[in-house]
T-cell receptor, first 116, second 114 residues
Framework: AQSVTQLGSHVSVSEGALVLLRCNYS??????LFWYVQYPNQGLQLLLK??????LVKGINGFEAEFKKSETSFHLTKPSAHMSDAAEYFCAVSELDGGATNKLIFGTGTLLAVQP | ETGVTQSPTHLIKTRGQQVTLRCSSQ?????VSWYQQALGQGPQFIFQYYREEENGRGNFPPRFSGLQFPNYSSELNVNALELDDSALYLC?????????????FGNGTRLTVT
């Protein structure tokens, strides 16, 4: 079964600093990988997805992620943090599960704080 | 384009009671999935509905059940509520045809069981 590990449940950066959120996956087949963001009291919003077309994936709000098969990683980065980036971020892998399509296995999330 | 809507937004129930949560899928989306997100955790897959039938299920007991209607909206029913059922319940819809298209999530229903 596929799984996702997010290192660091809490990350704090200064406004303008680099954001790096880590995600490692376990999958026996080429994975489909996603990053979602969750603002307080809201659902999840898609940031970006990897579907094997390109290893560097650009998403919304200036975020991007690089798929590294040799490291089984899909880390999320943003060159310059903004106060509005403060939220919880979830990495997810799509699992083949018989009939269910689009079944996602989520990591435990990383709460990003941005200090002024 | 109307997104995924869920009702109610908050709910308080007593242990042993039953609850029904509702979800309207995004326009054009025919597949609905339900996830449970406990406090401080990532969402966990409960089940998925497609063409009004359950199309896959996670590791949840039978007291978690669902329905999908011809207009693709869906309900999640939980019987014999337990304290551990307290969580944010998220509904997500996806369009037909693309096996790994991203899920579109609603804002969730916050269920508290006392």
């Amino acid at each position: 079964a596929q799984s996702v590990t997010q290192l660091g449940s809490h990350v704090s950066v200064s406004e303008g600093a680099l954001v790096l959120l880590r995600c490692n996956y376990s999958s026996s087949v080429p994975p489909y990988l996603f990053w979602y963001v969750q603002y307080p009291n809201q659902g999840l919003q898609l940031l970006l997805k990897y579907t094997s077309a390109a290893t560097l994936v650009k998403g919304i709000n200036g975020f991007e992620a690089e798929f590294k098969k040799s490291e089984t990683s899909f880390h999320l980065t943003k060159p310059s943090a903004h106060m509005s980036d403060a939220a919880e971020y979830f990495c997810a892998v799509s699992e083949l599960d018989g009939g269910a399509t689009n079944k996602l296995i989520f990591g435990t999330g990383t709460l990003l704080a941005v200090q002024p | 384009e109307t997104g995924v809507t869920q009702s109610p937004t908050h709910l308080i129930k007593t242990r042993g009671q039953q609850v029904t949560l509702r979800c309207s899928s995004q326009s054009g989306h025919n597949t609905v999935s339900w996830y449970q997100q406990a406090l401080g955790q990532g969402p966990q897959f409960i089940f998925q509905y497609y063409r009004e039938e359950e199309n896959g299920r996670g590791n949840f007991p039978p007291r978690f059940s669902g329905l999908q209607f011809p207009n693709y909206s869906s309900e999640l029913n939980v019987n014999a509520l337990e304290l551990d059922d307290s969580a944010l319940y998220l509904c997500a819809s996806s369009p037909p045809g693309d096996y790994n298209s991203p899920l579109h999530f609603g804002n969730g229903t916050r269920l508290t069981v006392t």
